[in-house]
């Protein structure tokens, strides 16, 4: 067979199998190709580009990408079933990678490099979903109504000096979710449920918006503090909109907690699906992204804390300043994310 005859014929082949499979134009399982990558991705940063390019500059391997918010395409690998497509899922919140794992959608990984890359509090102790990048949840204050040496501690928001004060997002958002869970863990589900009775005794106005809308609301006076995540705030600073450069000169980040256990954190992470067509290719893209070029994509473009030490941190995070982060494992978050959610519940926290 000549080689035009055998590109043709292994074209017609492909061709054929994807009109049989009825999944034209989808990515698909069958004859595995070790040189695409199909990644499930919910994570909403158009920088995440670069690290896609980066991969594939390395290693050759194409991404294919399937967006989609964390449950939906929890849903879409399961009812895919054995025949998924999906070699990796990329998603924010340890919470959403807990309930990926407990559907059974991850394989085990052992990989001595993202073990050694990766603190151990940081990823599932059984290998099923690694942390990429790490987030802050912290208190953004109005800088011309609050001095930061009025601020401490997480707990001391669900105090009476702070009624009418509060900015924070609905309790139906992840991010609170693992935010009380983890109070959860390291003080009891009594102090978490005072406290959260507390919080929401104190909010400014009944929950809506994003994390950034609640940052422009404490811009905007209507709050004096808001609880969001860090990254939100440095984008606000480095976004060339000057209404946003406005926002961003009027909040200040504090991080609480650093005189007891530690500024609560959560993840951005992945894991290899079960049924991966292209498991090597799996590892291998998880294993790019602890690099120290792909840390730094996670920084420089999403202004995310990498996960592997020594790696930079982009300047526009930078200037918030160093912390302690809670110890605790972030596996914690999707534990007692049921009971987080009844916390909330009972208080009334919309
Ligand atoms: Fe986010």
Redesign the pocket.
Known sequence: MSKLTRRLFLAYGTAMAAVVAGELGKPRRGMADARVLNLYSS???DTDNQLYEGFTQKTGIKINLIEGDAAQLVERIKSEGANSPADVLIT??AGNLWRAQTEGLFQPVSSATLNSAIPANLRDPGGHWFGLSK?ARVIMYNRGKVNPAQLSTYEALGTPAWKGKVLIRSSNNI?NQSLIAGMIETKGADTAQKWVQGLVANFARPPEG??TAQIKAVAAGMGDVAIA?S??LARLASSNDPADQAVARNVGMFFPNQRDRGTHINI?GAGVVRNAPNQAGAIAFLEYLVTPEAQKIFSFGNNEYPVVSGVPVSPALAQYGTFKSDPVNVATYGRLNSQAIQIMDRAGWK
């Open positions: 994570r909403h940063y924010v919140d987030r991010y994003n994390d995540n990254y939100y951005s």
